[in-house]
């Protein structure tokens, strides 16, 4: 299963909660973001988009290593939440698991865009002080390659976003 949700939305408190669930074996690593990857990491992005790709997991074979030490008839699940915003990264999981069960967790687009570019802020990675600025700037930093966290505004659009993923999933296996 999958924790896809939206970042800042609580994510990271689900994962640890439901990895201390004896029939439950969460991902070691939070955020794999394997589903993410088609081909080679990019070599360019955003300011800390270089640092973020080096904590992505790439291959096929490291992310199914990350779920060996399951113990027998465990559920397996991972979290990312730029899945939910991220529609090939939709149709990847389809491909890979079609029967998969799927947690999209959100929060208030307006909170979760500032929480975003406040942490960014705080990290020292957003140099535009002011959010509605860096929100405008969002295109722009998109065409250029700059990495899914500076998506604040694209990223709680979750209607759009649900709507792409219904188109692939039942909506049984979405919570």
């Known amino acids: 299963f999958f924790v896809i949700g939206a970042p800042k939305a609580g994510t990271t408190a689900l994962h640890a909660a439901l990895a201390q669930h004896p029939r439950l074996f969460m991902s070691p690593v939070k955020e794999p973001k394997f589903f993410l990857c088609d081909g080679p990491p990019p070599d360019h992005g955003g300011p800390g988009d270089a640092h973020s790709y080096r904590e992505w997991i790439w291959g096929l074979d490291e992310y199914e290593r990350l779920f060996d030490r399951a113990p ?9 939440p730029f899945y939910l915003s991220d529609y090939a990264a939709q149709r990847r999981i389809h491909a890979a698991v079609p029967d998969a069960r799927l947690i999209a967790i959100l929060r208030d687009p307006v909170d ?3 929480s975003n570019w406040a942490h960014l802020w705080a990290d020292g990675l957003e140099t535009i ?3 509605l600025t860096a929100c405008a700037e969002e ?3 998109t065409a250029a390659g700059w990495g899914p966290f500076w998506r604040y505004v694209e990223t709680g659009r979750y209607g759009q976003q649900l709507r792409h993923l219904y188109g692939l999933f039942p909506r049984r296996q979405v919570l």
């Open 129 to 131: 002080g002011d959010f």
């Open 72 to 80: 027998a008839g465990a559920l397996r699940g991972e979290s990312t």
């Open 112 to 114: 979760r865009a500032y």
């Open 139 to 141: 295109p722009r930093r």
